[in-house]
């Protein structure tokens, strides 16, 4: 168990920069999603930190020592692959054995260390099966307490759930969550999954084209994201997002775009381009017929619906807001027809700003 640090880690492919400069300090006992799209970097920064790839530039530390170029072997972290890479030919118990056979550890120990794997991830009744007689859950339970057997300094696992059909993904996803908690060590696991992210992690680190995007906890990257795309990539259905003018008029900071009105704070800004964000969640929708009054700090979106589809325990409303589409999520007291004119509305507070030339929140 140890803090793990990355001071600026580099890794080159030619000439594809697939991991720039990337710092994280992740505490000791910390769950760390490495959260981003297809090849943004993940898979190679976590074969860093397992010492399976080395560095172009920069520095890694677990607790007070550097590892940058220790090998694999001797850094006492366990990777959990996605597939799994047990042995076929070997029992659960001897699989689970095997790493501390290797270590030349005395039998007694590895019996009693074997047991105890088995038991925490509630395996201990399987020991005698060959992996290709267990389902797809179990062996990813072997998977782990093979790793657990080493009681090494952290966890890595890249994509460990992706083989898992739905229902027993999060089956899953539970289970580890509380295995972190109960190990209390530092995990850190590779997704591109933001449901994976949100449920199980302390911290996520969102990477974009080699980039760390941003770093939290989820509800920071959740509830302030730090950029548009951090705002775009959390989220389901995705943030509204709306190129508008930031504006200042007698006093009153507005954001203007067609369809969209907004007023947003008493003040002064800049004159500046910006996107307006806004959660389908934090959106109310109202008849369009009556004179909607914009809210005194709020934004208040005009337009017509588009279509609605129904998720059982809730709506989604798809609106035309000038050349926008707009989405909005909300319970299905109401029924809303295609064409209808509504008023969509949301606080100052739900409204998220970001400059349009660099993507970053404004404050
Ligand atoms: P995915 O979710 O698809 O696994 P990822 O975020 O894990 O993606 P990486 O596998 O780390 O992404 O790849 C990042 C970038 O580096 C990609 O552009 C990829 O093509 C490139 N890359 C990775 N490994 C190599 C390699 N051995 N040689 C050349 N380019 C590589």
């Not at 920064?45 to 520095?59: C, V």
């Not at 389902?135 to 057997?149: C, E, F, I, K, P």
């Not at 933001?194 to 680190?205: G, H, R, S, W, Y």
């Not at 809303?336 to 409204?351: D, F, K, M, N």
Request: hydrophobic share 45%; with cysteine.
């Amino acid at each position: 168990m140890a803090r793990l640090v990355l001071d600026q880690i580099t890794r080159a492919f030619g000439d594809v920069t697939a991991v720039d400069r990337i710092s994280l300090d992740v505490a000791d006992g910390d769950f760390l999603v490495l959260l981003g799209p297809s090849g943004c970097g993940k898979t190679t920064l976590l074969r860093m930190i397992a010492g399976l790839l080395e560095p172009t530039d920069g520095s890694i530390r677990i607790g007070e020592t550097d590892i940058t170029g220790l090998p694999a072997r001797k850094r006492d972290l366990a990777m959990v692959f996605q597939s799994y890479a047990l042995y076929p030919h070997l029992s659960v118990e001897k699989n689970l054995a095997f790493p501390l056979k290797v270590q030349k550890t005395p039998k007694a120990e590895i019996a009693e260390r074997v047991r105890a794997a088995a038991e925490s991830v509630e395996i201990a009744h399987l020991l005698d099966r060959k992996p290709k007689e267990l389902s797809g859950g179990q062996r990813q339970r072997v998977a782990v307490a093979r790793a657990l057997v080493r009681e090494p300094r952290a966890f890595l696992m890249d994509e460990p759930l992706s083989n898992l059909d739905a229902k027993l993904r999060t089956a899953t996803r539970q289970e580890l969550a509380a295995l972190h908690r109960k190990l209390g060590a530092t995990f850190v696991y590779v997704t591109h999954d933001q449901v994976e992210a949100m449920t199980m992690a302390t911290k996520i680190a969102l990477l974009n084209a080699g980039r760390l995007e941003q770093y939290g906890t989820p509800e920071e990257l959740y509830d302030a994201p730090s950029s548009v795309f951090a705002a775009g990539f959390l989220g389901s259905p995705a943030m509204n997002l709306m190129e508008a003018t930031l504006t200042t008029t007698d006093g009153r900071v507005s954001v203007f775009a067609p369809g969209l009105e907004a007023v947003l704070w008493a003040g002064a800004t800049p004159d500046r381009e910006v996107v307006a964000g806004v959660r389908p969640e934090h959106l109310s929708i109202h008849a369009g017929g009556a004179p909607e009054a914009v809210p005194t700090a709020g934004i208040a979106l005009r337009g017509a619906v588009a279509l609605v589809e129904n998720l059982g325990r809730e709506q989604l409303v798809h609106c035309t807001i000038g050349e926008h589409r707009v989405t909005v999520s909300c319970d299905r007291a109401t029924r809303w027809t295609v064409g209808e004119l509504v008023v969509l509305a949301a606080p100052a507070e739900r409204v998220h700003l970001f400059d349009r030339a660099s993507g970053r929140r404004l404050e």
